[in-house]
């Protein structure tokens, strides 16, 4: 699976930006996709994810709120609408999958090297 990360930059405090994250490729015809997010200096965490075909959703608490995660799977593509933002939202965003991924209430429990499949990463920068 091949995953293409988009939709970060540099926004004020307050603002919004969508990030989207396309897929294609793989053995499947949807994947559950999980946003994930590292700041300098820390490491990568969990954010969100989505379920591939009922649109179940799980959020951590940090952003709860304040983002929505969708999807379309006409054009295989999962977004992450991000409102409110704050400076401690600023980090590289990535959205990943796995053949044996399934976004559930543990999904924050599943190891990151679990993740086969990665997308290259967005930066989105939070300032004034």
């Known amino acids: 699976v091949q995953l293409q990360a988009s939709g970060g930059g540099l926004v004020q405090p307050g603002g919004s930006l969508r990030l989207s994250c396309a897929a294609s490729g793989g053995t499947k015809d949807y994947y559950a996709i999980g946003w994930f997010r590292q700041a300098p200096g820390k490491e990568r965490e969990g954010v969100s994810c989505i379920s591939s075909r009922h649109g179940l959703t799980y959020y951590a608490d940090s952003v709860k709120g304040r983002f929505t995660i969708s999807r379309d799977n006409a054009k295989n593509t999962v977004y992450l609408q991000m409102n409110s933002l704050k400076p401690e939202d600023t980090a590289v965003y990535y959205c990943?999958?796995?053949?044996?991924?399934?976004?559930?209430?543990?999904?924050?429990?599943?190891?990151?090297?679990?993740?086969?499949?990665w997308g290259q990463g967005t930066q989105v920068t939070v300032s004034s």
């Open positions: 990943a999958t796995d053949d044996l991924f399934l976004c559930g209430t543990s999904w924050l429990e599943v190891p990151l090297y679990e993740y086969d499949y």
